[in-house]
């Protein structure tokens, strides 16, 4: 495989430096994208740094795109190893990205984004004109189970979309060529965040940990049953730990908004929470570590858990609907209510369903990534790759491109708008006040979307 060169002198090295054969930039933003991201990029670049084929050293770059969802240090340490010191993870605007990736001469960038940013960042390292470009990798956290079409149309042009599972990538392939696209950059592989020992019970520990999510059930009523029959369970069984596991603190956000957190909602509960109830933040991992029984309306923490055959159940007692996400579970023998539960029920995983869902639970985990491997390393081979394709184009949908690129500050070319050029910090005061005013605006907009959304949307229901 021929080293893949700079399209610009770096000027942080010099002569004398060797430079890393293979440079991976991750692009993020969002702390559970992030962590995808990061982890995807470790795993596609897994023969480089370092296996009986032959060790290339490689250096990833960790970039956090500018928004509402931009993790905090806190959540950064939280999402546990993904081999990159958070330290050195930078905050960047969409134009500070594709300078990057203009000046810096990244051989692989993972785009770790929502459909609109991937195809955002698409077009404008389209519009770079680099004469060697990265090779360009997306896809998905977890589980697809909305948005199907507009998500991946979003994705198209990227070198390689991956598919969690056998059933995902099946689906991938199907929108693509339904709507006449190249779908062979749809690549199966994994679920990204599976890991840890098999599940075995401990006498003694009697565990029952509920997955929560930001956005899924949306309503306070929906959030405050759920919530409410978790105490009960807890009450139920004075000797089992109940664990409410969060995704993020009250202030913060994750890649769904989460308008009423669980948090405040306990605050309210009548006769306060038992002393065998608890709320829980931290890795997922570790979490499961001591998980007897995992619950949840449709996280994808369930497949993390039955990876590793934790006994684990799914909710069926705010229906069975598509925007909780839990249709997705249809045939998985997994759907229960809490009333089952309460009663001492487990459900157990249909032998059928569970393979196509890629959770390898079956131990070929350590291989899922393989093909997609070998693809960023036959693209890497490549002498020079076309300029990105995407299916969306100022021709094909000019009704609906030029708004997501111009979110992103770039016009329908995929070039920066007018005063969108990335800014030049001329002293740490003024990069100072910078940060500053950027923090007091994003928390402004967390204190609207948790505090005074809410109320307008009551108000508007008298």
């Known amino acids: 495989m021929p080293p893949r060169t700079s399209n610009t002198a770096d000027p942080a090295r010099t002569p004398a430096e060797p430079r890393p054969e293979l440079r991976v930039a991750v692009l993020a933003d969002s702390d559970t994208r992030w962590k995808w991201g990061a982890l995807t990029a470790r795993r596609l670049t897994a023969a480089a740094d370092g296996d009986e084929r032959g060790a290339r050293p490689v250096e990833v770059s960790g970039l956090l795109l500018r928004g509402r969802a931009t993790p905090t240090p806190r959540q950064l340490a939280e ?75 979003l994705r198209h042009g990227a070198d390689v979309v991956l598919a969690n599972s056998a059933h995902d990538a099946e689906r991938f392939r199907a929108v693509y060529e339904g709507v006449g696209a190249d779908a062979s950059a749809v690549t199966e592989a994994a679920l990204p965040f599976l890991g840890g020992a098999p599940y075995r019970p401990e006498e003694g520990r009697d565990t029952v940990v509920f997955a929560a999510q930001p956005s899924v059930p949306a309503s306070r ?195 920066p708008l007018p005063g969108a050029a990335a800014p030049q910090e001329t002293g740490r005061v003024r990069g100072a006040v910078r940060e500053t005013v950027r923090n007091a605006a994003r928390g402004a907009y967390r204190h609207g979307v948790q505090r005074v959304a809410p109320v307008i949307r009551r108000m508007g229901e008298l």
């Not at 409410?244 to 603190?249: D, E, N, P, Y």
């Not at 949840?296 to 055959?309: F, G, K, P, W």
């Open 221 to 415: 009523a929906d959030r405050a049953y759920l919530l409410r029959r978790l105490v009960e369970h807890a009450r139920l069984h004075p000797r089992r730990e109940v664990l409410l596991k969060l995704r993020s603190r009250p202030g913060e956000h994750t890649t769904h908004i989460e308008e009423l957190p669980y948090q405040k909602l306990a605050q309210k509960v009548p006769g306060g929470l038992p002393p065998n109830f608890h709320l829980v933040y931290g890795h997922m991992g570790e979490i499961l570590d001591r998980t007897d029984l995992l619950v949840t309306v449709s996280s994808t923490a369930a497949l993390e858990s039955l990876h590793r055959r934790i006994p684990t159940a799914i909710l069926t007692d705010l229906g069975v609907r598509e925007p909780l996400g839990n249709h997705h579970f249809v045939g998985s023998g997994l759907l229960t209510s809490w009333d089952r539960l309460d009663g001492g029920y487990r459900p157990r995983p249909d032998g059928e369903w569970l393979p196509g869902q890629g959770v390898a639970a079956d131990g070929s985990y350590g291989t899922a990534y393989d093909t997609a491997r070998a693809k960023v390393t036959s693209l890497l081979g490549e002498e020079r790759l076309p300029p990105p394709a995407p299916y969306y184009t100022p021709a094909t949908a000019p009704g609906y491109l030029p708004s997501i690129l111009a979110r992103h500050h770039l016009a329908p070319d995929g070039t």
């Open 79 to 153: 999402v546990g190893e993904v081999g990159i010191d958070a330290g050195r993870v930078r905050e960047v605007t969409a134009i500070e990205f594709l300078h990057a990736v203009r000046d810096e001469g990244y051989d692989v960038v993972v785009l770790a984004l929502v459909g609109g940013g991937v195809q955002a960042m698409l077009h404008g390292l389209a519009a770079l004109h680099l004469t060697r470009r990265p090779v360009i990798v997306t896809g998905y956290v977890g589980v697809v189970y909305e948005k199907l079409a507009d998500g991946l149309l």
